[in-house]
């Protein structure tokens, strides 16, 4: 059979989140290093939520991380006070996030441009106001604490490779999703609405549909995000989901590349590991990163790893598992 869906760099990936990094973290025997291993794979879904609003749709959220938090809380108030499991907790809160993010997007989608961003942008404070001041339901600015950690059908995930390995696995599974929607007609639609929305409703597409697809499955996504934030951290709090969240998930999208699975993955894992990388200067860790966004924006526009470089990478594999699968010489 063709192995179409999975070629060989997405092995080669997959062997090197699954063995590799997992090997590396266990030898160094550094709860910190799993810690920051596990954040980056939970920003690594959130980017690539945000990949399919900006990069392949073309809509510029400025609320994700209100989406993500709605999420978290979900998560937590599921298991802390109706003593729910994270397989029930996880898909509920993206369910949930997703559900929410198509209430926020049926009033706003007929908005282009600037104006569906500056919507998002109010529309995600108004989350995060509702989280810091709803104290009967939300603790307010204390948050929710002593929130269960990873224990789906009694399995004890709590230590830090168990865990590891469980996030890794979800985030498989989003870039697989986010993979599909990307490389697909459904894809090619996207796009079509990005670069102009007009002609693709002229072309038949319904455009305001799949919007709002879009945005729900984006929503999931992040939700999914949020649920593993609680489960891996304990503690949820308002702080953690506000305007400068959402900024830094587009930041990692743009500098990794628009419209890039890779590109996302990318992203997050530079935007989160070197400024840890750089802790040793101080706080002029904060500037020289800012430094590396700034030249990597101006001299790579099109990100680390831009949408045209993944499609090229995508088709030539394809096209030589293809070849392959029928017993001809790739030429």
Same mark, same amino acid.
């Given at each position: 059979? %063709?192995?179409?869906?999975?070629?060989?760099?997405?092995?080669?990936?997959?062997?090197?989140?699954?063995?590799?990094?997992?090997?590396?973290?266990?030898?160094?025997?550094?709860?910190?290093?799993?810690?920051?291993?596990?954040?980056?794979?939970?920003?690594?879904?959130?980017?690539? %939520?945000?990949?399919?609003?900006?990069?392949?749709?073309?809509? *510029?959220?400025?609320?994700? #991380? +209100?989406?993500?938090?709605?999420?978290?809380?979900?998560? !937590?108030?599921?298991?802390?006070?109706?003593?729910?499991?994270?397989? /029930? $907790?996880?898909?509920? %809160?993206?369910?949930?996030?997703?559900? /929410?993010?198509? @209430?926020?997007? /049926?009033? $706003?989608?007929?908005?282009?441009?600037?104006?569906?961003?500056? +919507? $998002?942008?109010?529309?995600?404070?108004?989350?995060?106001?509702?989280?810091?001041?709803?104290?009967?339901?939300?603790?307010?600015?204390?948050?929710?604490?002593?929130?269960?950690? *990873?224990?789906?059908?009694?399995?004890?995930?709590?230590?830090?490779?168990?865990?590891?390995?469980?996030? @890794?696995?979800?985030?498989?599974? !989003?870039?697989?999703?986010?993979?599909?929607?990307?490389?697909?007609?459904?894809?090619?639609?996207?796009?079509?609405?990005?670069?102009?929305?007009?002609?693709?409703? @002229?072309?038949? /597409?319904?455009?305001?549909? *799949?919007?709002?697809?879009?945005?729900?499955?984006?929503?999931?996504?992040?939700?999914?995000?949020?649920? *593993?934030?609680?489960?891996? $951290?304990?503690?949820?709090?308002?702080?953690?989901?506000?305007?400068?969240?959402?900024?830094?998930?587009?930041?990692?999208?743009?500098?990794?590349?628009?419209?890039?699975?890779?590109?996302?993955?990318?992203?997050?894992?530079?935007?989160?590991?070197?400024?840890?990388?750089?802790?040793?200067?101080?706080?002029?860790?904060?500037?020289?990163?800012?430094?590396?966004?700034?030249?990597?924006?101006?001299?790579?526009?099109?990100?680390?790893?831009?949408?045209?470089?993944?499609?090229?990478?995508?088709?030539?594999?394809?096209? #030589?598992?293809?070849?392959?699968?029928?017993?001809?010489?790739?030429?």
């Amino acid at each position: 059979m %063709s192995d179409r869906r999975f070629p060989p760099l997405a092995i080669a990936l997959g062997a090197a989140i699954f063995v590799l990094v997992p090997l590396g973290l266990s030898l160094a025997d550094s709860g910190y290093f799993f810690r920051l291993a596990i954040v980056t794979l939970i920003f690594s879904i959130l980017a690539l %939520s945000m990949q399919l609003i900006t990069g392949v749709a073309g809509l *510029l959220s400025l609320g994700h #991380a +209100a989406i993500y938090g709605v999420g978290a809380y979900t998560a !937590a108030i599921l298991s802390t006070r109706l003593g729910l499991g994270p397989l /029930l $907790t996880i898909p509920l %809160s993206g369910l949930v996030s997703g559900l /929410l993010g198509i @209430a926020l997007a /049926l009033p $706003t989608m007929r908005l282009v441009s600037i104006y569906f961003a500056v +919507a $998002t942008l109010g529309l995600g404070e108004m989350i995060y106001v509702t989280l810091l001041n709803w104290v009967s339901f939300t603790e307010g600015p204390l948050g929710i604490g002593n929130i269960p950690p *990873l224990r789906p059908l009694g399995i004890d995930l709590s230590g830090p490779l168990a865990t590891y390995l469980f996030v @890794a696995v979800i985030t498989a599974i !989003a870039a697989v999703i986010v993979h599909r929607c990307t490389h697909s007609y459904y894809g090619n639609a996207l796009r079509a609405v990005r670069e102009d929305d007009q002609c693709a409703d @002229a072309m038949g /597409l319904n455009v305001v549909r *799949l919007k709002i697809e879009v945005f729900a499955i984006a929503c999931f996504l992040a939700g999914i995000a949020g649920a *593993l934030w609680a489960h891996t $951290t304990g503690y949820v709090n308002p702080g953690d989901f506000r305007f400068a969240e959402s900024i830094l998930i587009l930041a990692m999208v743009v500098v990794g590349g628009l419209g890039s699975v890779p590109g996302a993955i990318i992203g997050a894992a530079l935007l989160l590991l070197l400024p840890e990388a750089l802790r040793a200067v101080g706080e002029v860790r904060i500037l020289m990163v800012g430094v590396v966004m700034f030249l990597c924006i101006l001299f790579l526009p099109r990100g680390l790893f831009g949408e045209v470089s993944a499609l090229s990478l995508a088709r030539r594999q394809l096209g #030589a598992a293809w070849q392959q699968d029928r017993g001809v010489g790739w030429r």
